[in-house]
């Protein structure tokens, strides 16, 4: 099945639930046994996919997390309660005290702040890396180098990296690869096609789509299923069916939603590029952005998320800009149905790599909205900012 069919029928049986097209919404959290045998039999071997317990998941949890495990091509797939956690699972699963971590410089903040806390009060190390550094990774490698974590393109600052070459070296070097691929999703790029062992996607954004569920998916390949399996199991990690249920339905409308984003998150980023007070937009599927190669050599596609780096403006001027944009609200997420604006400040979290752009950096999310509506709120949000700093060179 091509990835669009497969978005349309994974994960559903109607015939086995009286010819309904999507699968029921099963709460649960005790599940009995007809009597000892079978009761003994279910706890001497724990099969994935049958019902056990509600934590370990219901026929909801196993509808979507088959049909994210055939459009990831995964072995498993494992839903959790947030993409955090679809991070911090597989961490703990495969990392033990005295380990040594790879950590990109631009991961999504969140993923840093485990690192530093709870990874490192576990006695796990983390040596930040350049996101840029491609093969060469290998000349970081040590004895006790268990995971190699990465993220493309890097959260806020859009680096690409060469997936591919830096999975191949990890994989040599016997380390586990993670990486974080909720910017572009399985329908764009499909990580373990491309050497990564485990692909961990943030549901909460474009498999929902809808602004209104928190959640996590955990997809990996065989070697990988007990690492994973071991972190969701022993920290107790859960997506409750209600939300499954959204993630599915979401995920649906996927082929259709997603070009859109791209579309109008390009026309926009182009629009940007022309306007005087800007010094870059960082999106890989622009042909000028440094990422654009590897984005094309290894992407089917680009999502509505960029960011957008000003020059040197005064701090009003900019606050004039993003404080009265009308279809752009301002808050963290993304990947729903409507367009979003967040201030980002890389400088502040990096510690191998040097942030310097010369101005402020705003990260973009171009919703469903017509694109032209798009452009003339930007188009009215820099008028405010030309405003303020006429004002303030009087
Ligand atoms: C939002 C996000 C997450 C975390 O997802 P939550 O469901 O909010 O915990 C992880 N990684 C990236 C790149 C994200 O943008």
């Given at each position: 099945?091509k ?12 015939h ?16 009995l046994y ?5 009761y ?7 099969e994935?996919?049958?019902t056990?317990?509600?934590l ?5 949890t ?6 994210v495990?055939?459009?990831e091509?995964?072995?498993?797939c ?9 991070i911090?699972a597989?961490l ?9 971590l ?22 796990v190390e ?18 006790n ?8 393109p ?5 680096e ?5 070459a830096?999975a ?8 586990t ?7 572009a999703?399985p ?6 096609e ?11 954004k474009?498999?929902?789509?809808h ?9 990996c ?5 007990e ?8 920290l107790?990690f859960?997506?409750?069916p ?10 649906r409308?996927?082929?259709v939603?997603?070009?859109?984003h ?6 926009l980023?182009?629009w ?26 290894d ?18 001027a900019?606050?004039?800009?993003v ?7 301002m808050g963290?997420?993304w990947g ?6 967040l ?6 979290v990096?510690?191998?790599t ?41």
């Amino acid at each position: 099945m091509k990835r669009d069919t497969l978005l349309t029928h994974a994960g559903r049986n109607p015939h086995a639930n009286h010819g309904i097209v999507n699968p029921p919404v099963y709460h649960a959290s005790t599940v009995l046994y007809r009597d000892l045998a079978s009761y003994e039999a279910a706890m001497k071997k724990r099969e994935y996919g049958k019902t056990y317990y509600g934590l370990m998941g219901t026929p909801t949890t196993f509808s979507l997390e088959e049909a994210v495990a055939k459009l990831e091509g995964a072995f498993r797939c494992r839903a959790v309660g947030s993409g955090l956690a679809a991070i911090t699972a597989p961490l703990m699963g495969c990392l033990k005290a005295g380990d040594h971590l790879l950590m990109l410089d631009s991961v999504y903040a969140p993923t840093r702040r485990f690192c530093d806390g709870m990874l490192k009060r576990f006695g796990v190390e983390t040596t930040y890396y350049d996101p840029l550094i491609g093969a060469d990774i290998a000349t970081l490698f040590r004895p006790n180098t268990r995971v190699l974590f990465l993220e493309a393109p890097g959260s806020h600052t859009f680096e690409m990296q060469d997936i591919p070459a830096m999975a191949a070296a990890a994989r040599k070097a016997g380390i586990t690869t993670m990486m974080d691929n909720t910017w572009a999703s399985p329908y764009y790029f499909r990580p373990l096609e491309h050497g990564v062992d485990i692909s961990i996607q943030a549901a909460t954004k474009y498999f929902c789509g809808h602004s209104d569920v928190i959640m996590g998916t955990i997809s990996c390949n065989e070697q990988s299923v007990e690492a994973v399996e071991a972190g969701v199991r022993d920290l107790g990690f859960f997506a409750s069916p209600d939300d499954c249920y959204l993630v599915l339905r979401g995920m649906r409308t996927m082929a259709v939603r997603l070009p859109r984003h791209w579309e109008s998150g390009l026309k926009l980023a182009r629009w940007l590029q022309q306007q005087p007070e800007v010094d870059r937009v960082y999106h890989p599927a622009l042909p000028e952005d440094p990422g654009y190669a590897i984005w094309k050599r290894d992407f089917s596609g680009a999502t509505g998320l960029f960011s957008v780096g000003f020059k040197a403006i005064p701090h009003a001027a900019f606050a004039a800009l993003v404080d009265g944009m009308k279809l752009f609200g301002m808050g963290a997420s993304w990947g729903g149905f409507e367009s979003l604006i967040l201030p980002a400040y890389p400088a502040g979290v990096r510690t191998a790599t040097k942030w310097n752009a010369p101005g402020p950096l705003l990260r973009i999310h171009a919703g469903l909205e017509d694109s032209e509506d798009q452009i003339a709120d930007f188009d009215a949000g820099f008028q405010r900012l030309r405003a303020a700093m006429r004002s303030a060179a009087e």
